[in-house]
């Protein structure tokens, strides 16, 4: 085995490291625990970056050791220029999360266990996107759920966390269901679970089963999207959990239905067997797209507007994987990460507010913006950059997105429609950004800076995404590549 | 009487020990845990001697040399089969656990000089039914198991709830066992002898009629739809090593024996996979919904045991119906795990009563907080019976569904979906039960840190390391239970 082979193994193994570490050091204190999590996963962080110039010369990187060899089954990791993007895109939100916490009062007890569930949690996305084998991707998968409904059960807010966490179970883990469903037809019809296998072996399934299992593939990935009406668990999840866990949340998790859409169903079939499903995609994501928007219009909580947000922004990428287009994937691909970016900054900001003002409800909160620049200019770089302003890294991929729907000849006046219907995000962005920092200062005495912790990541994001819309060669790059290498029949 | 000695020698070790524990333990006047040593060495040799005398399934299987007894009629005679061999070593296993739980768990009890003989008779008689082949004779063991287990579930005597439990399960289990009765008599009326050793050449309408006795009677002990109704009252109420045992092992185990003598009596295959597959379904949905609004924990997990029952007739359903092996092999591996979880699930919960006087759910808000070992193990239990991934549910789990859609069949993809359907009500209420525990109380009251003896706490843990190990590492565990499937004789 090659040395870097060992070192793809590195990415799960030393975060595991890190939750056995802080399983065991019980009165570790906050920064303790936090520096044993943020070193466990700069090393999963760095991992990548070292494998760059390998994935150069083959294109993917695999790890492989027999686990239940009687089913078929190994612990098979594999990275390629897809699961780079998701995998980059995942720690840095992690990471950027694991700071922030430092600044919120949230996981000051139990500091260890917090830290150790926020390691497994980022585990779960990061095993998800290298997983291999079928078996081993749904561990993952769970391991994401788990991880995040004992955060939330834990260190949420209020009473109501209890219910809120078992909808939250409930409702995604139905949707993993149907995926599990799926992954074990394909399991049982090519007698392994290694999933490079099926992607050789997956055409030669008859037509009808292909089309069921995308029809399910789609449904349950969807859930995890929350896509709407599948999003029934996303606010209220996204609203009671602490700060840092919404972000991870929203800005990392949710992109995961997306990387299974683009694993499963796209990579293994046909893309002519996905046409009938095209038009339902894009529907289904203009109505989400506008749902979401008209939500976010109408919520006066201000983390629950920008929960809201979400649903409507994975609209947009599930229209972008609808026209079945490269140039509307590569979008969904680049959308996924410009929304991670942007969800964890605007997260960060209410994190930042709510902190300051120990309000959340936008009517009891104004004028803020003299007082606090720096994060006002954050914030409207958040919000700009939500509401597609170039050179803000959106506005890229929301063009590859119409883009690709214009492309595609399937429905102009979907495409029409989706792009009228972000002008709603324009709206409930600015009613944001307006309502919080400008008109009369309602708020007596207000402390002079915000924790220190909690404005350095805030402005990290807001340079990297500037930096990321000004410069997205090298993204856009790999996710060409990676939709090439793993999409048949694209152009 | 001829044939090989060495296949009844568990049994012969299980029954004599039975008095030999009572008579040591009355005569030597020995406490509690004294006796519970004692019986567990007893087990330990049964366990050993089924490990030698089958350690070579192949040598036992098809041979006609190997029986106890006599092939004349009404005689006795002794056949052993594989899936019995792997039943049993599993449900001695799991009384030595319970057994050495118990030896805490007695300790303000002050008829323990029972207790564990009926144990041992308990399972000389679920031994003899797995071998017996003269259908008299079955009865009769199932009356012995029966009438031991009744015992062992009253064995509070002086709790009412204690007696309407152990009454309600001996006239229950009698009822099922004169359905046996009545089958007897049909099969008699038509051979014109007891011995059912294979599958009859010539079924007519009287045999099949003794089968759909023998198959009512043994739904009844394994609590399948519509005769579950005694399944909650008996083992929330029983002695919760007891329940443990005896819905953990022993009605699991009526599901593997109703295959063999009904298909033996003329029952097909097909028949019989429909039936399992039919009321699998009920089986799951009522006891998934049921569970929900339970407040009592034992019988939260007497509800959960119906959903369970529900699975492992459902794969076997697929198995018979479809004649796939994959199927008898996932369901022997959710037997295996069931029996774990499941025993688990009641001993740890045993524990709480033990040391907090209470099953109420509510009441134990916070009781993770002071038995923190408990509270791990009951989580662990809580978790696997939900089939969270890396846990051992989740792999049998995995086996059921690979069987399921193996079928490539609309019928068993239709009762897969309500398997899932169930699994995820199950979860509903698996979960709240779990986060109960650590929730402080209100009232604010100062909540000590039991100390927990290590005959409560050794056993617990050991099952709780296995449900770990079995999900983690499943290969050897699989390996088992394909071999035992290879030599299957159903």
New interface residues.
């Given amino acids: 085995m090659e040395n870097y082979e060992l070192l793809l193994s590195g990415i799960t193994l030393v975060p595991i490291m890190g939750v056995v570490v802080l399983l065991i050091w019980r009165n570790a204190t906050k920064k303790q625990a936090a520096a044993i999590g943020i070193l466990s996963e700069t090393f999963a962080l760095i991992v990548p970056l070292v494998l760059l110039s390998v994935l150069r010369k083959q294109d993917q990187v695999v790890f492989s050791l027999p686990?239940?060899?009687?089913?078929g089954i190994s612990f098979r990791l594999s990275l390629n220029w897809l699961s780079l993007v998701f995998l980059m895109t995942e720690i840095l939100v992690t990471l950027a999360a694991m700071i922030y916490s430092l600044g919120e009062k949230t996981g000051e007890k139990h500091s260890n266990y917090y830290y150790a569930l926020l390691l497994l949690f980022s585990l779960g996305m990061s095993g998800t996107t290298l997983a291999d084998d079928a078996?081993l991707f749904?561990?993952f998968w769970?391991?994401m759920l788990?991880a995040s409904v004992l955060l939330l059960?834990v260190w949420g807010h209020g009473e109501k966390r209890?219910g809120v966490?078992?909808k939250y179970?409930?409702v995604t883990?139905?949707g993993s269901?149907m995926v599990?469903?799926c992954l074990?037809?394909l399991?049982?019809n090519f007698g392994t679970a290694d999933m490079t296998e099926w992607m050789t072996q997956a055409v030669m399934l008859p037509g009808t089963l292909q089309a069921f299992l995308i029809a399910f593939f789609l449904i349950g990935f969807s859930v995890k999207m929350a896509i709407f009406p599948l999003h029934i668990w996303l606010p209220d999840a996204h609203t009671v959990a602490p700060m840092p866990v919404t972000i991870i949340l929203a800005a990392a998790m949710l992109s995961m239905g997306t990387y299974g859409i683009l694993r499963f169903p796209f990579a293994l079939f046909p893309l002519e067997n996905l046409q009938p499903f095209a038009i339902w995609m894009m529907i289904a994501g203009l109505i989400s797209e506008v749902y979401g928007a008209l939500m976010a219009l109408a919520e006066k909580d201000i983390k629950r507007i920008i929960a809201f947000s979400s649903v409507s922004q994975m609209g947009y990428i599930l229209f972008g994987m609808g026209t079945l287009t490269l140039r509307g994937m590569e979008g969904a691909v680049m959308h996924v990460v410009y929304h991670a970016i942007v969800k964890a900054l605007l997260f960060m900001v209410v994190g930042i507010i709510v902190n300051i003002t120990g309000k959340r409800d936008i009517q009891e909160i104004g004028g803020l913006g003299f007082k606090y620049p720096a994060l006002c200019v954050s914030a409207a770089i958040g919000v700009l950059g939500i509401s597609g302003m170039p050179p803000l890294g959106i506005f890229n991929s929301e063009w590859m997105i119409f883009a690709g729907g214009f492309d595609s000849g399937i429905s102009i006046a979907l495409t029409v429609m989706t792009l009228i219907g972000s002008l709603f995000t324009v709206i409930y962005a600015l009613r944001f950004f307006g309502g919080i920092f400008f008109g009369e200062k309602k708020h007596a005495d207000l402390p002079e800076k915000a924790p220190l912790a909690l404005v350095v990541p805030t402005l990290a994001v807001t340079a990297f995404l500037i930096i990321e819309g000004l410069i997205p060669g090298p993204l856009l790059q790999w996710a060409m590549q990676g939709l090439t290498s793993i999409i048949g029949g694209l152009n | 009487m001829a044939g090989t000695i060495e296949i009844i020698i568990p049994a012969i070790i299980l029954m004599a020990g039975a008095f030999m524990v009572y008579m040591s333990a009355r005569l030597l006047g020995l406490n509690n845990k004294a006796e519970a040593i004692l019986t567990i060495m007893v087990l330990l040799a049964a366990l050993i001697s089924l490990v030698l005398n089958f350690n070579d399934l192949s040598d036992l299987i098809n041979n006609p040399d190997v029986y106890y007894g006599s092939y004349e009629p009404g005689a006795v005679l002794l056949v052993p089969s594989a899936v019995g061999v792997f039943i049993m070593i599993v449900s001695v296993i799991v009384s030595i656990l319970v057994t050495l739980y118990s030896g805490e768990y007695l300790a303000r009890d002050t008829r323990y000089l029972v207790y564990y003989p009926l144990i041992l008779l308990l399972q000389a008689g679920l031994f003899g039914m797995f071998l017996s082949n003269n259908l008299f004779h079955l009865f009769l063991l199932t009356e012995l198991t029966t009438i031991a287990a009744s015992a062992l579930i009253a064995f509070r005597f002086k709790q009412e709830i204690a007696i309407k439990a152990g009454f309600k399960y001996l006239i229950m289990s009698s009822l099922g066992t004169m359905m046996m009765l009545l089958g007897i008599y049909f099969f008699y009326r038509s051979t014109g002898d007891m011995h059912l050793t294979e599958i009859l050449a010539l079924p007519d309408r009287f045999t099949r009629i003794a089968a759909a006795c023998f198959l009512l009677g043994f739904s009844l002990k394994a609590g399948v739809f519509p005769l579950h109704t005694w399944v909650a009252d008996v083992y929330g109420n029983a002695p919760s090593a007891i329940s443990g045992l005896l819905a953990g092992v022993f009605s699991k185990s009526m599901l593997f024996i109703l295959p063999v003598i009904c298909l033996r009596l003329g029952m097909t295959k097909s028949e019989l996979g429909m039936y399992l597959m039919i009321f699998a379904c009920f089986n799951m949905l009522i006891g998934s919904i049921r569970m929900l609004g339970q407040s009592q924990l034992r019988r939260f997990f007497s509800f959960s045991t119906i959903a369970q029952t529900g699975y492992l007739m459902f794969s076997l359903g697929i198995g018979f119906y479809f004649g796939l092996e994959r199927a008898f092999s996932a369901s022997l591996f959710l037997f295996l795990v069931i029996a774990i979880m499941k025993s688990l699930a009641f001993l740890a919960s045993g524990v709480y009563q033990f040391h907090f006087g209470t099953q109420d759910i509510e009441k134990l808000r916070g009781a993770g907080h002071r038995s923190q070992l408990i509270g791990l193990c009951l989580s662990i239990a809580l978790a696997g019976l939900a089939g969270i991934p890396l846990l051992a549910g989740f792999t049998g789990k995995w086996l059921v569904f690979s069987a399921a859609l193996a079928t490539g069949d609309l019928f068993a993809f239709v009762c897969l979906m309500i398997f899932l359907l169930a699994t995820v009500i199950g979860l509903a209420g698996y979960l709240p039960v779990i986060v109960k525990q650590y929730l402080r109380d209100d009232a604010g009251a100062v909540s000590h840190p039991v100390s927990l003896s290590w005959w409560m706490a050794a056993p617990v843990t050991l099952l709780s390391l296995l449900v770990v190990v079995i999900g983690l590492y499943p290969e050897p565990w699989l390996n088992l239970v394909n071999f035992v499937v290879a030599w299957m004789v159903i």
């Fill in positions: 686990w239940i060899r009687n089913m078996f749904y561990i769970e391991l788990v059960l209890f966490a078992l179970f409930i883990h139905l269901l599990l469903v074990i037809t399991y049982v």
